[in-house]
């Protein structure tokens, strides 16, 4: 049986996107952080609990979510989780991107 690693996101940017390019100007890609939340209980009070998820895009999509989202836009993902790891100074650090396939905005976002 084959696995499948699929995401969809729903949520605004809480910060303005980074383009950044490859060496000798190649693939731009752009990273985008993506806010999104949910209800969750505590005890008999109801309270929003936010995560944060820093989204990939690459190519064209890159260039066209750093010209046209800013900060507070609402945007859907959908895309795959992927799993980094370095080591620096002895300690492990972990990452996971979720690498867009799709970038679509949505209206709601705010203005630049």
Do not use: I
């Not at 992927?82 to 905005?105: K, M």
Request: one cysteine or more; charged letters at 25%.
């Amino acid at each position: 049986m084959r696995g499948m690693n699929k995401v969809f996101l729903v949520g605004r940017l809480g910060a303005e996107p980074e383009l950044r390019h490859g060496q000798q100007g190649g693939n731009p890609w752009c990273t985008l952080s993506v806010a999104t939340s949910r209800s969750q209980r505590e005890g008999d009070d109801w309270t929003q609990k936010t995560e944060w998820h820093r989204v990939k895009a690459f190519g064209k999509q890159a260039e066209m979510c750093q010209q046209h989202l800013h900060k507070g836009s609402v945007v859907a993902v959908e895309g795959s989780l992927a799993y980094r790891q370095t080591e620096r100074e002895g300690q492990r650090h972990f990452w996971v991107d979720v690498l867009a396939d799709r970038v679509s905005f949505l209206p709601g976002g705010a203005r630049a």
